[in-house]
């Protein structure tokens, strides 16, 4: 059986505080790229999006940056409650992909701190 | 209700069993997927279906047999698995590429498979 877990990155933060979670991917022909978050039994759920010819989009309280020179992607949790407790995970699109096919990374753990 | 349902939420089966996974979705969308996620994986793409039609299998064992019968409805088919299907497997359903901006998916809950 499974007796071993996947070992996420975890990021742990006091509430109140802003959190960054970060992902690299490298995939240069990726043109869009989405934050995922997954509560406990539950599925992923959509919190943002960002297309490769924006640098930054903001939403409520989230803030998503894209550097595409370092092939690096960041989500930005604003004032993190601890609602916010979840695997986060980053997701992209292969633009030469035939179908909406997203590849999603292997997610970071937050936890907050009270 | 994310507006894709999956039944059954659990799931225990023998080795020997046949069953049959359900996904159903009333947004409109006309692409969807199954995923399996498993404690010692990430999430690992199964099946596409575009138009109804399977565009993507990522080499995944005969054992498991999706069915699309509609845009709406998808369908996984289990039989003779092993200790290491366990997993929770989740369906997804989206736009294609060409019909719409959002490319984004909108998840189940998933199915918590147990195989014993």
């Known amino acids: 059986g499974e007796s071993v877990g996947l070992h996420l990155p975890t990021l742990s933060v006091q509430e109140g505080d802003n959190s960054i979670i970060n992902c690299a991917y490298s995939n240069s022909a990726s043109d869009y790229f989405i934050w995922y978050k997954q509560e406990s039994g539950k599925g992923p759920q959509f919190i943002i999006d960002i297309r490769s010819n924006m640098d930054k989009r903001q939403g409520q309280r989230v803030t998503v940056l894209l550097n595409k020179t370092v092939k690096h992607l960041s989500l930005q949790i604003a004032a993190t409650q601890p609602g916010d407790s979840a695997v986060y995970f980053c997701a992209e699109r292969d633009s030469r992909s035939s179908a909406s096919k997203i590849i999603f990374g292997s997610g970071t753990r937050l936890s907050i701190r009270p | 209700e994310t507006g894709v349902t999956q039944t059954p939420r659990h799931l225990v089966m023998g080795m020997t069993n046949k069953k049959s996974l359900k996904c159903e979705q009333h947004?409109?969308?006309?692409?969807m997927y199954w995923y399996k996620q498993s404690a010692k994986k990430p999430l690992e793409l199964m099946f596409v279906?575009?138009?109804?039609?399977?565009?993507e299998n990522n080499s995944v064992p005969s054992r498991f047999s999706p069915e699309c019968p509609n845009s709406s409805h998808l369908f996984l088919h289990l039989h003779t698995l092993q200790p290491e299907d366990s997993a929770l497997y989740l369906c997804?359903?989206?736009?294609?590429?060409?019909?719409?901006?959002?490319?984004?998916?909108?998840f189940g809950s998933g199915t918590r498979l147990t195989v014993v």
């Open positions: 947004l409109g969308h006309n692409a």
């Open positions: 279906y575009s138009l109804e039609e399977r565009v």
């Open positions: 997804a359903s989206s736009q294609d590429r060409e019909q719409a901006n959002n490319y984004g998916y909108t």
